[in-house]
């Protein structure tokens, strides 16, 4: 006779509880591209995600773990992509990482559009390009030990302005197509002008500045 497992069959998500806490968290979202955190109160969440007061309490005891949820999965999503990151393929095709990216945004386009309309000076924003910061810079230091001291400057550089880039998109009326606009950012990010200035979103020539990968 076969043991049972002692915490039993692994249940699936129940999909009204995903629906509605996406709900939740996309009404969260539009609020803080709209006022101050310190200025949204549950009424207004239940009011821009037309649920009762009560079924956002049913998830949430507040504000703050509703902005700790969001934070918290954003962080963890994007950190996934940093760590997979290959910088030795990425300079010879940007558009792999950008591609990891898309799918993400793609995977829930909604949330993330309201998400890039938020201020940049948000509490946030701030802490979520901060922590994305610190895990780039992470990745530079290990895969570039040669340029270890400049890994700080390349993760602001990188950080900052694709976060720019993404919510520029996000905010234009008329988008380019996601998979253009991503071979752009990748571009500058890795061959600067001269690579956004080619029209294959490459550069033919090497980096100006040497770059090893061996780690020697």
């Known amino acids: 006779m076969k043991r049972k497992e002692e915490n039993g069959p692994e ?51 507040g504000i703050h773990e509703i902005l700790d949820e969001i934070e918290n999965e954003i962080i963890s999503v994007f950190e996934r992509v940093i760590r997979n990151i290959d910088l030795g393929k990425s300079f010879e095709n940007p558009r792999l990482i950008f591609e990891s990216l898309n799918e993400i945004i793609d995977s829930d386009m909604e949330f993330y559009s309201r998400f890039m309309k938020i201020d940049a000076n948000s509490h946030l924003v701030r802490k979520i390009v901060s922590s994305l910061k610190t895990k780039v810079r992470e ?8 340029a270890e001291d400049r890994s700080g400057l390349a993760a602001d550089f990188i950080t900052s302005g694709m976060v720019s880039a993404y919510q520029c998109w996000f905010n234009s009326r008329n988008r380019r197509p996601l998979s ?3 071979r752009d950012v990748g571009a500058l990010v890795f061959y600067g002008i001269s690579g956004l200035l080619n029209e294959n979103g490459t550069s033919e020539r090497k980096p100006p500045f040497a770059v090893d990968f061996s780690g020697r």
């Not at 996309?26 to 109160?41: G, H, M, Q, R, Y």
């Not at 990745?139 to 040669?146: D, G, V």
């Open 11 to 61: 249940k699936k998500p129940d999909r009204r509880v995903l629906r509605t806490k996406r709900a939740i968290r996309n009404a969260f979202a539009t609020l803080l591209s709209e006022k101050d955190l310190n200025a949204i109160t549950i009424k207004d969440i239940s009011d821009v995600a037309d649920i009762n007061r009560k079924t956002v309490y049913n998830y949430y005891a």
């Open 139 to 146: 990745t530079l230091a290990e895969q570039l030990p040669a």
């Open 180 to 182: 253009e606009f991503s």
